[in-house]
């Protein structure tokens, strides 16, 4: 039995409410295969489109970023444990399923607060983009071909308040879905926590989790079976297994894009460093059960 924590991207759970209750329940059939042989299972996941959606909401309200978080971590978690829920108990699986809001401690003079790069929301057109930098002085940017989106601040993780909870919930036979959207990002205040504007990147997110709770694997989702080198080209190669040496050596040949591979990568390699043992692995869920046992995704070692 392992004890193994899942981070699944906000972009592949759709655009809508429709879209992301069906797709969780279809998520939640390879996570309860892995439930189903006794491993331990804690599931983190994204929030750059609907945070971006509920933050715009509430704009009349001025509804602060912090909080748009916590709603996102909520909404998205609903629809997970919903569909979680209904795949346990259609295999006759007594095992409880809880989202736990989780507060996710960053530093106040981290410097990603003065050079904003997380995409969240929609996409919007040139026009769209400069309207919205004119009026609410958003920053936007180009993303990938695809629009412009508005970026915020995305400030590394160093230290998680519930991790206790998570742990004991998890010790107690739970299935934990936590650090939703990379957790609400908060600064030590006194006696407690103050709620930053940002999005932590959630494979960071999900790595210091991982680390706090003492995973034996993190399993990092992409929406591709595995990792590879020379992406796109006719050389394209496809990595079975990446030592951490391996993955320094293709980041300084820069084999990894900035807004997609790259944060996984740099997730996969804190985590499997952080203590001898630990395997981290990027694939994709359908194939999560074949990638434990070697036959896809990418082993990080």
Do not use: C, W
Not at 38 to 56: D, F, K, R, T
Not at 83 to 103: A, H, M, S, Y
Not at 175 to 182: C, S
């Amino acid at each position: 039995m392992s004890r193994i924590l899942i981070a699944l991207g906000g972009n592949a759970l759709g655009n809508s409410p429709q879209d992301q209750l069906k797709i969780a329940k279809e998520s939640a059939r390879p996570i309860v295969d892995l439930v189903e042989r006794g491993h331990e299972i804690i599931i983190a996941h994204g929030n750059g489109p609907q945070v971006g959606m509920i933050n715009s909401m509430m704009e009349d309200v001025n509804m602060p970023f912090p909080e748009s978080v916590a709603m996102s971590q909520g909404y998205i978690g609903y629809h997970l444990q919903n569909g979680i829920l209904e795949e346990l108990n259609r295999r006759n699986i007594n095992k409880p399923v809880v989202t736990l809001i989780t507060q996710v401690v960053v530093d106040d003079k981290d410097e990603a607060f003065n050079n904003p790069t997380k995409p969240i929301g929609k996409f919007y057109t040139k026009e769209e983009a400069e309207k919205l930098e004119k009026e609410k002085t958003y920053k936007m940017v180009e993303d990938s071909g695809r629009g412009y989106r508005r970026v915020v601040p995305s400030p590394k993780p160093i230290d998680i308040v519930e991790k206790e909870s998570v742990k004991a919930l998890v010790e107690k036979g739970h299935i934990v879905i936590t650090v939703g959207g990379g957790g609400i990002p908060v600064i030590k205040k006194g006696l407690g926590y103050e709620g930053v504007a940002g999005v932590i990147d959630k494979d960071l997110a999900s790595e210091k989790m991982a680390e706090l709770i003492d995973a034996d694997y993190l399993f990092i989702l992409t929406a591709v079976d595995r990792v590879a080198i020379n992406f796109g080209k006719e050389n394209q190669r496809d990595l079975e297994k990446m030592s951490v040496e391996e993955a320094y050596k293709y980041m300084e040949e820069k084999q990894f894009a900035p807004g997609s591979m790259l944060p996984k990568v740099l997730a996969a390699v804190e985590f499997v460093k952080s203590k001898k043992g630990r395997r981290a692995i990027i694939g994709s869920l359908e194939k999560a059960e074949d990638a434990l046992n070697g036959d896809s995704g990418t082993l990080i070692y």
